[in-house]
């Protein structure tokens, strides 16, 4: 995964006033944590789910938990 599905997925959290973090893990794997409305929510992962920026999606998991309203904006966090 490079720089560029990392940028896209903070736009799209940025569009939704979504706010939390991108990084990519040693494995090669996107984690992302997203606090923000539901309906928002939903969306978001409705557009990263079928995003055409990624070549393949082999395995995609929601966990859904209380906000803990920590997050400030959406920061890409680097390797």
């Given at each position: 995964?490079g720089?560029?599905s990392?940028?896209?997925?903070?736009?799209?959290?940025?569009?939704?006033?979504?706010?939390?973090?991108?990084?990519t893990?040693?494995?090669?794997?996107?984690?992302?944590?997203a606090?923000?409305?539901?309906?928002?929510?939903?969306?978001?992962t409705?557009?990263?789910?079928?995003?055409?920026?990624?070549?393949?999606v082999e395995n995609?998991?929601?966990?859904?938990?209380?906000?803990?309203?920590?997050?400030?904006?959406?920061?890409?966090?680097?390797?």
């Amino acid at each position: 995964m490079g720089f560029n599905s990392l940028s896209w997925i903070r736009d799209v959290a940025m569009k939704l006033e979504i706010k939390g973090a991108v990084f990519t893990r040693p494995d090669g794997s996107i984690k992302v944590v997203a606090e923000g409305e539901e309906k928002n929510l939903i969306e978001f992962t409705e557009e990263i789910k079928e995003g055409r920026i990624f070549s393949e999606v082999e395995n995609f998991y929601v966990k859904w938990n209380d906000s803990n309203k920590d997050l400030g904006d959406f920061y890409i966090i680097p390797k």
